[in-house]
Protein backbone atom coordinates (compact mmCIF):
# COMPACT_ATOMS: atom_id res chain seq x y z
CA UNK A 1 0.00 0.00 0.00
CA UNK A 2 2.98 2.53 0.77
CA UNK A 3 4.98 1.68 -2.49
CA UNK A 4 1.50 1.83 -4.23
CA UNK A 5 0.50 5.17 -2.55
CA UNK A 6 4.06 6.35 -3.64
CA UNK A 7 3.92 5.64 -7.34
CA UNK A 8 0.47 7.17 -7.65
CA UNK A 9 1.23 10.10 -6.29
CA UNK A 10 4.14 10.82 -8.18
CA UNK A 11 2.57 9.55 -11.50
CA UNK A 12 -0.40 11.86 -11.48
CA UNK A 13 1.60 14.78 -9.92
CA UNK A 14 4.06 14.13 -13.19
CA UNK A 15 1.74 14.27 -16.05
CA UNK A 16 -0.89 16.43 -14.87
CA UNK A 17 -0.69 18.85 -17.55
CA UNK A 18 -1.59 16.47 -20.13
CA UNK A 19 -4.50 15.41 -17.84
CA UNK A 20 -5.62 18.99 -17.92
CA UNK A 21 -5.39 19.05 -22.19
CA UNK A 22 -7.16 15.90 -22.08
CA UNK A 23 -9.96 16.99 -20.09
CA UNK A 24 -10.65 20.17 -21.95
CA UNK A 25 -10.70 18.58 -25.03
CA UNK A 26 -13.20 16.34 -23.92
CA UNK A 27 -15.93 19.02 -22.53
CA UNK A 28 -15.75 20.84 -25.61
CA UNK A 29 -16.27 18.01 -27.62
CA UNK A 30 -19.24 17.27 -25.38
CA UNK A 31 -20.65 20.84 -25.76
CA UNK A 32 -20.54 20.23 -29.69
CA UNK A 33 -18.51 23.21 -30.31
CA UNK A 34 -15.52 21.48 -31.20
CA UNK A 35 -14.43 22.11 -34.81
CA UNK A 36 -10.85 22.09 -35.73
CA UNK A 37 -9.25 21.62 -32.26
CA UNK A 38 -6.28 20.57 -31.96
CA UNK A 39 -4.02 19.73 -28.86
CA UNK A 40 -1.60 22.73 -30.00
CA UNK A 41 -4.97 24.63 -30.25
CA UNK A 42 -5.81 23.88 -26.63
CA UNK A 43 -2.55 24.33 -24.76
CA UNK A 44 -2.07 27.73 -26.62
CA UNK A 45 -5.29 28.51 -25.51
CA UNK A 46 -4.66 28.00 -22.05
CA UNK A 47 -1.14 29.48 -21.81
CA UNK A 48 -3.08 32.94 -23.24
CA UNK A 49 -5.85 32.91 -21.61
CA UNK A 50 -4.83 31.56 -17.90
CA UNK A 51 -0.98 30.87 -18.60
CA UNK A 52 1.34 28.11 -17.33
CA UNK A 53 -0.73 28.30 -13.64
CA UNK A 54 -4.02 27.05 -15.73
CA UNK A 55 -2.59 23.89 -16.52
CA UNK A 56 -2.21 22.67 -12.99
CA UNK A 57 -5.46 24.26 -11.48
CA UNK A 58 -7.34 20.77 -9.44
CA UNK A 59 -3.77 19.61 -8.95
CA UNK A 60 -4.39 19.71 -4.84
CA UNK A 61 -7.85 17.72 -5.00
CA UNK A 62 -5.39 14.30 -7.46
CA UNK A 63 -2.88 15.27 -4.70
CA UNK A 64 -5.34 14.31 -1.94
CA UNK A 65 -6.99 11.38 -3.90
CA UNK A 66 -4.27 9.53 -6.05
CA UNK A 67 -1.84 8.32 -2.55
CA UNK A 68 -4.61 6.95 -1.03
CA UNK A 69 -6.64 5.42 -4.28
CA UNK A 70 -3.27 4.07 -5.44
CA UNK A 71 -2.32 2.31 -2.07
CA UNK A 72 -6.08 0.60 -2.14
CA UNK A 73 -5.31 0.05 -6.16
CA UNK A 74 -2.17 -2.27 -6.10
CA UNK A 75 -2.85 -3.60 -2.54
CA UNK A 76 -6.26 -5.26 -3.85
CA UNK A 77 -4.59 -6.14 -7.37
CA UNK A 78 -1.60 -8.29 -5.84
CA UNK A 79 -4.08 -9.76 -3.44
CA UNK A 80 -6.46 -11.04 -6.10
CA UNK A 81 -3.55 -12.05 -8.72
CA UNK A 82 -1.85 -14.37 -5.81
CA UNK A 83 -5.09 -15.93 -5.61
CA UNK A 84 -5.14 -17.38 -9.39
CA UNK A 85 -2.53 -18.46 -11.64
CA UNK A 86 0.42 -15.72 -11.74
CA UNK A 87 1.37 -16.07 -15.32
CA UNK A 88 -2.48 -15.93 -16.56
CA UNK A 89 -3.47 -13.00 -18.88
CA UNK A 90 -6.69 -13.56 -17.94
CA UNK A 91 -5.89 -13.36 -14.15
CA UNK A 92 -3.71 -10.00 -14.36
CA UNK A 93 -7.12 -8.92 -16.56
CA UNK A 94 -9.83 -10.09 -13.89
CA UNK A 95 -7.56 -8.72 -10.61
CA UNK A 96 -6.73 -5.57 -12.57
CA UNK A 97 -10.95 -4.86 -12.64
CA UNK A 98 -11.36 -5.99 -9.02
CA UNK A 99 -8.45 -3.23 -8.28
CA UNK A 100 -9.96 -0.25 -10.64
CA UNK A 101 -13.55 -0.94 -8.87
CA UNK A 102 -12.47 -0.55 -5.59
CA UNK A 103 -9.66 2.14 -6.08
CA UNK A 104 -12.28 4.52 -7.61
CA UNK A 105 -14.59 4.14 -5.08
CA UNK A 106 -11.35 6.45 -3.37
CA UNK A 107 -10.49 8.02 -6.08
CA UNK A 108 -14.07 9.59 -7.68
CA UNK A 109 -14.92 11.91 -5.11
CA UNK A 110 -11.61 14.27 -5.60
CA UNK A 111 -11.39 13.19 -9.05
CA UNK A 112 -15.01 15.08 -9.45
CA UNK A 113 -13.20 17.61 -7.75
CA UNK A 114 -10.38 18.13 -10.02
CA UNK A 115 -12.25 17.89 -13.13
CA UNK A 116 -14.46 20.97 -12.02
CA UNK A 117 -12.00 22.76 -11.32
CA UNK A 118 -9.71 22.32 -14.38
CA UNK A 119 -13.11 23.58 -16.90
CA UNK A 120 -12.28 26.85 -18.33
CA UNK A 121 -14.00 28.94 -16.26
CA UNK A 122 -14.14 27.50 -13.54
CA UNK A 123 -16.06 29.20 -10.64
CA UNK A 124 -14.61 27.74 -7.69
CA UNK A 125 -11.73 29.04 -5.83
CA UNK A 126 -10.07 26.24 -4.66
CA UNK A 127 -10.54 22.70 -3.71
CA UNK A 128 -12.24 23.69 -0.21
CA UNK A 129 -14.32 26.13 -2.48
CA UNK A 130 -15.32 22.99 -4.34
CA UNK A 131 -16.21 20.51 -2.18
CA UNK A 132 -18.17 23.00 0.09
CA UNK A 133 -20.13 24.33 -2.69
CA UNK A 134 -21.22 21.72 -3.97
CA UNK A 135 -21.86 19.87 -1.27
CA UNK A 136 -24.29 22.92 0.01
CA UNK A 137 -25.81 22.90 -4.07
CA UNK A 138 -25.44 19.61 -5.31
CA UNK A 139 -25.66 17.45 -1.93
CA UNK A 140 -23.04 14.28 -1.30
CA UNK A 141 -23.99 11.82 -3.71
CA UNK A 142 -22.89 14.44 -6.95
CA UNK A 143 -19.42 13.38 -5.77
CA UNK A 144 -20.50 9.45 -6.91
CA UNK A 145 -22.46 10.30 -9.89
CA UNK A 146 -20.11 9.82 -12.33
CA UNK A 147 -19.02 6.34 -10.46
CA UNK A 148 -20.30 3.97 -12.17
CA UNK A 149 -19.46 5.78 -15.62
CA UNK A 150 -15.86 6.01 -14.40
CA UNK A 151 -15.39 2.04 -13.47
CA UNK A 152 -17.52 1.63 -17.16
CA UNK A 153 -14.40 3.42 -18.23
CA UNK A 154 -11.69 2.08 -16.32
CA UNK A 155 -11.90 -1.36 -16.05
CA UNK A 156 -11.64 -2.20 -20.16
CA UNK A 157 -8.59 -0.26 -20.09
CA UNK A 158 -7.18 -1.58 -16.47
CA UNK A 159 -7.78 -5.16 -18.06
CA UNK A 160 -5.90 -4.53 -20.86
CA UNK A 161 -2.99 -2.65 -18.99
CA UNK A 162 -2.59 -5.27 -16.54
CA UNK A 163 -2.57 -8.43 -18.75
CA UNK A 164 -0.19 -6.52 -21.41
CA UNK A 165 2.34 -5.39 -18.53
CA UNK A 166 2.86 -8.60 -17.17
CA UNK A 167 3.47 -10.08 -21.18
CA UNK A 168 5.45 -7.51 -21.63
CA UNK A 169 7.47 -7.60 -17.93
CA UNK A 170 8.23 -11.63 -18.98
CA UNK A 171 9.23 -10.87 -22.52
CA UNK A 172 11.39 -8.25 -21.59
CA UNK A 173 13.77 -9.91 -18.88
CA UNK A 174 16.44 -12.42 -20.39
CA UNK A 175 16.63 -15.58 -18.34
CA UNK A 176 17.27 -15.85 -14.85
CA UNK A 177 18.12 -11.93 -14.80
CA UNK A 178 16.42 -10.11 -12.10
CA UNK A 179 13.67 -7.70 -13.02
CA UNK A 180 15.66 -3.90 -13.49
CA UNK A 181 13.97 -0.38 -13.86
CA UNK A 182 14.06 -0.17 -17.13
CA UNK A 183 12.11 -3.53 -17.81
CA UNK A 184 9.84 -2.12 -15.26
CA UNK A 185 9.38 1.56 -17.20
CA UNK A 186 9.05 -0.51 -20.44
CA UNK A 187 6.61 -2.63 -20.11
CA UNK A 188 4.73 0.04 -17.99
CA UNK A 189 5.07 2.51 -21.20
CA UNK A 190 4.00 -0.31 -23.28
CA UNK A 191 1.13 -1.26 -21.37
CA UNK A 192 0.11 2.38 -20.72
CA UNK A 193 0.30 2.75 -24.37
CA UNK A 194 -1.63 0.05 -25.97
CA UNK A 195 -4.55 0.47 -23.17
CA UNK A 196 -4.97 4.17 -23.91
CA UNK A 197 -5.26 3.84 -28.01
CA UNK A 198 -7.84 0.53 -27.44
CA UNK A 199 -9.87 2.31 -24.93
CA UNK A 200 -9.84 5.73 -26.72
CA UNK A 201 -13.29 5.50 -27.87
CA UNK A 202 -15.03 4.32 -24.22
CA UNK A 203 -12.89 7.19 -22.94
CA UNK A 204 -14.03 9.67 -24.87
CA UNK A 205 -17.01 9.08 -24.94
CA UNK A 206 -17.75 8.35 -20.88
CA UNK A 207 -15.39 11.35 -20.39
CA UNK A 208 -17.74 13.68 -21.88
CA UNK A 209 -20.47 12.18 -20.22
CA UNK A 210 -19.05 12.52 -17.22
CA UNK A 211 -18.25 16.66 -17.90
CA UNK A 212 -21.79 17.25 -19.11
CA UNK A 213 -26.29 16.59 -18.74
CA UNK A 214 -26.52 14.50 -21.80
CA UNK A 215 -26.64 11.02 -21.30
CA UNK A 216 -23.87 8.32 -23.11
CA UNK A 217 -25.89 7.88 -25.94
CA UNK A 218 -26.70 11.51 -26.81
CA UNK A 219 -22.70 12.03 -26.62
CA UNK A 220 -22.39 9.05 -29.01
CA UNK A 221 -25.31 11.03 -31.01
CA UNK A 222 -23.63 14.17 -31.23
CA UNK A 223 -19.55 13.22 -31.87
CA UNK A 224 -21.18 11.09 -35.01
CA UNK A 225 -23.17 13.99 -36.11
CA UNK A 226 -20.03 16.36 -36.09
CA UNK A 227 -16.77 14.46 -36.63
CA UNK A 228 -18.24 11.10 -37.84
CA UNK A 229 -16.80 7.51 -36.12
CA UNK A 230 -13.63 9.42 -36.55
CA UNK A 231 -14.61 11.78 -33.77
CA UNK A 232 -14.66 9.02 -30.99
CA UNK A 233 -10.54 8.92 -31.28
CA UNK A 234 -10.83 12.55 -30.24
CA UNK A 235 -7.98 12.98 -27.91
CA UNK A 236 -6.13 9.64 -28.36
CA UNK A 237 -2.65 11.74 -28.68
CA UNK A 238 -2.61 13.36 -25.85
CA UNK A 239 -4.41 10.41 -23.56
CA UNK A 240 -1.61 8.27 -24.86
CA UNK A 241 0.67 11.00 -23.99
CA UNK A 242 -0.55 10.79 -21.04
CA UNK A 243 -0.22 6.69 -20.06
CA UNK A 244 2.51 5.76 -21.47
CA UNK A 245 5.35 7.91 -19.59
CA UNK A 246 2.42 8.11 -16.99
CA UNK A 247 2.55 4.16 -16.35
CA UNK A 248 5.96 3.58 -17.44
CA UNK A 249 6.63 6.07 -14.21
CA UNK A 250 4.16 4.84 -11.75
CA UNK A 251 5.43 0.46 -12.58
CA UNK A 252 8.74 1.86 -12.37
CA UNK A 253 8.33 3.43 -8.75
CA UNK A 254 6.00 1.13 -7.74
CA UNK A 255 8.32 -1.95 -8.36
CA UNK A 256 11.26 0.27 -7.12
CA UNK A 257 9.58 0.96 -3.25
CA UNK A 258 8.07 -2.53 -3.31
CA UNK A 259 11.48 -4.23 -3.59
CA UNK A 260 12.62 -1.64 -1.08
CA UNK A 261 10.74 -2.87 1.37
CA UNK A 262 11.39 -6.80 0.32
Known sequence: ??????????????????????????????TAKASSLTLRHSLGSIL??????????????????????HAVYFSVYESCKSLGNPNSPVAHAASGVCATVASDAVLTPMDVVKQRLQLKGSPYKGVCD????????EGFGAFYASYRTTVVMNAP?????????????????????????????????AAGALA?????????VCGCDRLSSSSIMDVIGIIKKKDGYG??????????????????ICWSTYESVKSFFH
Open 157 to 189: FTAVHFATYEAAKRGLMVDGEDESLVVHAAAGG
Open 1 to 30: MIAGSIAGSVEHMAMFPVDTLKTRMQAITS
Open 130 to 137: CVKRVMVE
Open 231 to 248: GLMRGWIPRMLFHAPAAA
Open 48 to 69: KLEGPAGLYRGIAAMGLGAGPA
Open 196 to 204: AVVTTPLDG
